[in-house]
């Protein structure tokens, strides 16, 4: 029985590979998550065959007994990590030297062309340390909007975002999960990188337009400046880093440079990728005055 590893466990990527994992092929595997505060974990994911495991890419200490008799990995940057070479490498030193068979990163659409974010550093790194892996990277996720969003939303009916005109591929998390589902579990995936999309490229006022229709009130994409976006993001007290790597992702976006579509998703899943229409029906209480 292999022992996979989760970080990133109570995350979007990771409770939903998690589920694959639990329910589709729990047999032939253990699954065990990472993460900082087990009990809490706990609540969140409430599956009674998930393992749990005390981890924190900040504390080195943890990083040996974590990895014990682990077969394979999935491995998500938390947001709020932009210090790669302090807090990410040494986790990857630690893979590397107790030969985990296989390490699947979630990176980023078009990355590979983008040394300004840290999904860049971290798949260079890997490479140069000689770990099996496989990268994932997938466009922006359609989930940003009930997580990081879903206030602006939810509360002031708009979408706060300094991305222009450009229009921005959207990939629903539920596809990623799927995908890191079978690389983790399906041999012949090794080293190899997946560009993961949806199937249309959308603006943010296209993105209001639909949500305006399914929520049945109007919501407004605002622009703002850069400036503006990072004043408000500090007063809502989010971390420096994840400010700027998100102002980084919107300009790339802002410049038509994240709409990009693939068929990964048909070939690997062999069907076509979530709608944003779908995602919005599936996900539609989130945004709900109410709730």
């Known amino acids: ?28 595997h253990q699954v065990i998550a990472g993460v900082r505060d087990i009990e809490k974990a706990k609540k969140q994911l409430n599956y009674n065959e998930l393992s749990f495991r005390k981890f924190d890419f900040k504390d080195q200490s943890l990083f040996k007994d974590v990895l014990e008799d682990i077969d394979k990995i999935l491995l998500v940057r ?21 030969s985990i068979k296989h390490t699947v990163f979630l990176s980023l659409q078009g990355v590979e ?13 890997i490479k140069e340390v000689g770990i099996p892996y496989t990268f994932l990277r997938p466009s922006f996720f359609m989930q940003n909007l009930t997580t990081t ?67 049945d009130r109007k919501i407004t994409y605002k622009d703002p400046s850069i400036i503006s976006f990072y004043k408000r993001k500090k007063k809502e007290a989010m971390n420096t880093g994840k400010i700027i790597v998100m102002i980084g992702l919107y300009t790339v976006a802002k410049f038509g440079m994240a709409d990009s579509t693939t068929n990964e998703i048909e070939k690997l899943l062999g069907r076509e990728p979530i709608s944003f229409s779908e995602f ?12």
């Open 149 to 215: 969003h879903l206030k602006e939303i939810k509360e002031d009916d708009e979408i706060f975002i300094p991305a222009g005109n450009g229009k921005t591929n959207f990939i629903d998390v539920r596809d990623i999960a799927k995908v890191a589902f079978l690389t983790l579990t399906e041999k012949g995936h090794i080293n190899k990188a997946y560009e993961l999309t949806g199937k249309n490229a959308l603006s943010y006022y296209e993105i209001a337009n639909i949500l305006t229709e399914k929520l």
């Open 113 to 125: 062309r983008n040394p300004l974010v840290p999904h860049y550093r971290v798949e260079k790194y």
């Open 1 to 28: 029985m292999e022992k996979i590893f989760i970080t990133g466990a109570t995350g979007n990527v990771g409770k939903e590979t998690i589920k694959e994992l639990i329910n589709n092929n729990y047999k032939d």
């Open 280 to 291: 919005v029906e599936d996900y539609r209480e989130y945004w709900m005055k109410n709730k």
């Open 78 to 98: 938390p947001p709020a990590i932009s210090k790669v070479k302090k807090y990410i490498f040494p986790f990857l030193k630690e893979i590397k030297k107790h």
